[in-house]
């Protein structure tokens, strides 16, 4: 597997040898596509080289036009997409990761994930491990995968997802799931990071404590704990500063002490959608959407 150098920032490496930043960009609900180009354009300005987008986005066509307009060259980029609930089958996979790749104007994908552990899986998996052994993809994994369903896929499949991306937080850690993937050698890559600016959390007098020791916001007191817990982390927001503030953080490590009273605020509760949900499954079966 040939290496990818991303320059003054640490590295995590996959499953199958291939390497991805430990801190990317993420863009979920950017749907203002202007908004969404300039904010990814800023990031790669500021020295992030991981993209992380999604067919249901709908923004994938101004991602790529930002890492066209980046002035940087295509392979100096780690670029992530999923496949959406609609297209999860063998059939409807390699249609929709064409089009991804149409929208995003790119010949290759750094990444592909399974968005939801919904629908035929097990075909769209079928199908994206072929997308992989032409090195149309780099690196093949999922969201939202419970241990059942990682269970169920690794029953059927040759290759093995690199990264399962869940919601995962301090108020949500997930450490029976993150158990199982350390186990597996699947990287947990949070998505939310930060809670989605959750007051309860952003406000919390232990984390504002920790900040003030260390010189530092409570994000990035967050951020930092999750690349410590060795996640692959991808925060995100349209606020250059913000971009930047949650870039610096390769400069200061939290104590065990520190990283422990942020362990302790798992309150075992989701911010959002269950994976598990009958109700939440049926739902995403049901929504079709203009991809």
Excluded at 13 to 29: E, H, S, Y
Excluded at 105 to 122: R, S, T
């Amino acid at each position: 597997m040939e290496k990818k150098i991303y320059t003054g920032q640490p590295v995590i490496t996959l499953n199958n040898g291939a390497d991805i930043p430990a801190l990317g960009f993420g863009v979920w609900q950017m749907e203002n596509l202007q908004e969404c180009e300039n904010a990814v354009l800023k990031a790669i300005q500021t020295g992030y080289r991981m993209i992380d987008t999604a067919a249901i986005y709908q923004n994938e066509t101004a991602v790529g036009d930002a890492v066209k307009n980046s002035g940087l060259n295509r392979e100096n980029l780690f670029v992530t997409s999923k496949l959406w609930v609609q297209d999860t089958s063998y059939e409807k996979a390699k249609d929709a990761f064409q089009r991804t790749l149409d929208r995003l104007q790119m010949n290759y994908l750094d990444m592909y994930l399974i968005h939801w552990p919904y629908a035929d899986f097990l075909g769209a998996w079928r199908a994206m491990e072929e997308l992989y052994r032409e090195g149309k993809i780099k690196a093949i994994g999922v969201c939202n995968f419970t241990v059942e369903k990682l269970d169920e896929l690794k029953a059927h499949s040759e290759i093995h997802p690199v990264i399962n991306q869940i919601e995962l937080h301090p108020l949500f850690q997930q450490k029976e799931l993150q158990v199982y993937n350390r186990k597996n050698n699947i990287i947990t890559q949070p998505w939310s990071p930060l809670g989605n600016g959750n007051a309860g959390l952003l406000d919390h007098k232990d984390l504002k404590n920790i900040a003030e020791q260390y010189n530092k916001t409570v994000a990035q007191v967050i951020l930092r704990w999750h690349l410590q817990e060795g996640f692959c982390v991808i925060p995100k927001s349209v606020t250059p500063a913000r971009i930047e503030e949650n870039f610096n953080i390769f400069n200061f490590e939290l104590s065990e002490d520190d990283m422990n009273v942020v362990r302790s605020l798992d309150t075992g509760k989701r911010l959002f959608f269950d994976p598990k949900d009958p109700e939440w499954e049926q739902k995403m079966l049901n929504a079709v959407a203009d991809l």
